[in-house]
């Protein structure tokens, strides 16, 4: 059974940083995918940013050149490292995973397409 725990969400002024750790167990298929979404109180669950089994990273045009995604295999651990943060980045954000699912390119940041979902862990940015 895939487990996803994540960790790391907090409290930061704008243009503070903060780094989101998920724990990855059970993952057994070599091709996967791995995300991070986020949700506002009122709003969509949408996509941030994503990495595949290859390597390849995709982000929503709102975090370009302000987060990283990038994974740990020794780990199991997923990461989202973002800086510069502003009070719209304020949300809920879910570490998901995407197994035996098409979930690459197009279909990167595309919810509907992760089929695990971690419990979420809140990040607040005050202006």
């Known amino acids: 059974q895939v487990q996803l725990v994540e960790s790391g969400g907090g409290s930061v002024q704008a243009g503070g940083s903060l780094r989101l750790s998920c724990a990855v167990s059970?993952?057994?298929?070599?091709?996967?995918?791995m995300g991070w979404f986020r949700q506002a109180p009122g709003k969509e669950r949408e996509g941030v940013a994503a990495?595949?089994?290859?390597?390849?990273?995709s982000y929503a045009d709102s975090v370009k050149g302000r987060f990283t995604i990038s994974q740990d295999n020794a780990k199991n651990t997923l990461y989202l490292q973002m800086n510069s943060l502003k009070p719209e980045d304020t949300a809920m954000y879910y570490c998901?995973?995407?197994?035996?699912?098409?979930?690459?390119?197009?279909?990167?940041?595309?919810?509907?397409?992760?089929?695990?979902w971690g419990q979420g862990t809140q990040v607040t940015v005050s202006s």
């Open positions: 990495i595949d089994s290859d390597g390849s990273t």
């Open positions: 059970g993952v057994t298929r070599s091709r996967y995918c």
């Open positions: 998901a995973a995407a197994v035996g699912r098409v979930c690459s390119g197009r279909y990167s940041l595309v919810k509907y397409q992760y089929n695990y």
